[in-house]
């Protein structure tokens, strides 16, 4: 099981900005998840001019998914300065937005400071508007 030292060192080891071309740069926050099957994804923010670019959170949700995964345990992400730092609100929404179960999910934003996603997000319009959670996309074509 990985601790909430862990999971921060691993943002932390990740961290890494540079410019990558003449409009965007990468790495200047990292990002680590562990997800209910224990398994860890990490991903760095891109950003870019005319702000096509995304967060590291975004980055290793993005990887989690390409597994097939959908539930975050815990998550944290670290700045540059080598401060953890809340998620914005996209990437809240975003997580959310992915797994209701997420709703609980564990935010680390701080060193002994750890809050649920729900938290971060009180009286979600999701929990208000009905929408049918279980509801699956048709794929068929
Ligand atoms: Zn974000």
Redesign the pocket.
């Known amino acids: 099981m990985t601790t909430d030292a862990e999971l921060i060192e691993i943002a932390r080891s990740i961290v890494n900005p540079k410019v990558i071309s003449p409009s965007a740069t990468a790495g200047s926050v990292g990002s680590a998840l562990v997800t209910g099957s224990g398994a860890i994804y990490k991903g760095v923010c891109v950003d870019t001019h005319c702000s096509l670019g995304?967060?590291?959170?975004?980055n290793a949700i993005g990887s989690m998914v390409t597994e097939g995964e959908t539930h975050i345990k815990t998550i944290v992400a670290l700045h540059k300065r080598g401060n953890i730092i809340s998620?914005?609100?996209?990437?809240r929404e975003?997580i959310y937005q992915i797994d209701v179960k997420n709703a609980e999910t564990r935010v680390i934003l701080g060193e002994d400071r750890v809050v649920s996603l729900r938290e971060l997000l009180p009286e979600h319009w999701i929990d208000t508007a009905r929408v049918d959670t279980d509801s699956k996309i048709d794929t068929a074509e």
């Open positions: 995304f967060c590291a959170e975004h998620p914005c609100g996209r990437c975003f």
